[in-house]
């Protein structure tokens, strides 16, 4: 009989292993029974959640996604004319979001929105959604938002990228005064 209000507990068990897994390997090439293995349970339970590696994976970046989420609201509206700019990349850099396995992951879902359609989706959608939160907060501050906010967004990915390529990774701190640093310059 199985156990009542035990699939939310083991669903969470499972994307935070996930997580770690793919942080640890630093790629996908992880099997389902080493994620099943760090969550305390079978890999055929884990398959009964999610049906495939696959779909644990998109599961733990739409909890990141969600995450990330929280992280900006929690911050906004911020403090003075560039609170809401400062919120979004001050909670790209949040001890949450920017964590070595977090950071793996977010690598490593970019690789497989190339392959598969439904992380290329859900890709778009954050991308989309990340656009539309940086116009919103840079249109009082800048006369060509569209630039700055396709820049910004592509330093943030690029600081992750380096987060995890660097021996010893990147201190959050140092990220968010790189990007900072570009958005004094930017909207001098």
């Not at 890999?43 to 990141?64: E, N, T, V, W």
């Not at 970019?110 to 359609?117: D, F, V």
């Not at 907060?137 to 390529?165: F, K, M, N, Q, S």
Request: with cysteine; proline share 5%; hydrophobic share 50%.
């Amino acid at each position: 009989m199985p156990k009542i209000g035990a699939e939310p507990i083991r669903k969470a068990a499972l994307i935070n292993a996930t997580i770690f897994e793919v942080g640890r390997a630093g790629s996908l090439d992880v099997t389902v029974a080493q994620i099943a293995r760090r969550a305390g349970m079978s890999p055929a339970l884990a398959h009964h959640y999610f049906g495939s590696k696959d779909q644990m994976f998109l599961a733990a970046m739409r909890y990141i996604l969600r995450n990330y989420g929280r992280s900006v609201a929690d911050r906004l509206p911020g403090h003075g004319k560039r609170g809401r700019l400062d919120a979004i990349v001050q909670a790209s850099f949040a001890p949450q979001n920017f964590q070595r396995e977090t950071v793996s992951a977010w690598i490593n879902f970019y690789a497989l929105a190339l392959i598969n359609p439904e992380a290329g989706r859900l890709l778009r959608v954050y991308h989309c959604r990340l656009r539309s939160n940086l116009m919103v907060a840079l249109r009082p501050l800048a006369a060509d938002p569209a630039r700055i906010a396709e820049t910004l967004g592509a330093l943030i990915d690029g600081v992750y990228l380096r987060a995890v390529l660097t021996p010893g990774g990147i201190h959050a701190a140092v990220a968010e005064k790189l990007v900072f640093d570009y958005l004094d310059e930017a909207l001098s």
